[in-house]
């Protein structure tokens, strides 16, 4: 129920037209700052090829993206973040810095800094059962 209620609150303030997943995979390319294959991605975020795809489909029609077939193999894509791409994401961080903020304060930055270990063992031990 977290998971959703933080989705919903930041999904609000994201610019429009972006959605959490857009704002998802341009933040990992723009960490990286290396290509990933869609494959990846899919992977990286856990969903379906198909649904990466998709994703990966509104962030080049919006120019964030570049997609640009593999030399070696034709049948692999890597994709990387545009400027335009690093623009929006820089914009997104900036709305939901706020909302962030706000909470990290209301709940208090030692509690929030106190749960992020277990959160990220959490996550360690769920990406071990796949």
């Not at 795809?53 to 997609?67: D, M, P, Q, R, S």
């Not at 623009?87 to 992020?116: F, N, S």
């Amino acid at each position: 129920m977290a998971d959703q209620l933080a989705r919903a609150r930041l999904t609000k303030v994201l610019p429009r037209g972006m959605e959490l997943s857009h704002f998802s995979v341009l933040n990992l390319l723009a960490r990286k700052q290396e290509e990933r294959t869609p494959a990846q991605l899919a992977k990286a975020f856990h969903v379906t090829r198909g649904a990466m795809t998709n994703t990966l489909g509104k962030l080049e029609v919006a120019g964030h993206i570049h997609i640009r077939p593999d030399w070696d193999d034709a049948r692999r894509k890597f994709v990387s973040i545009s400027p335009a791409g690093r623009q929006a994401r820089d914009a997104a961080l900036h709305a939901i810095a706020p909302v962030i903020g706000a909470l990290a304060t209301k709940i208090g930055t030692d509690r929030v800094r106190a749960i992020l270990p277990v959160l990220r063992e959490l996550r360690s031990e769920l990406e071990n059962e796949d």
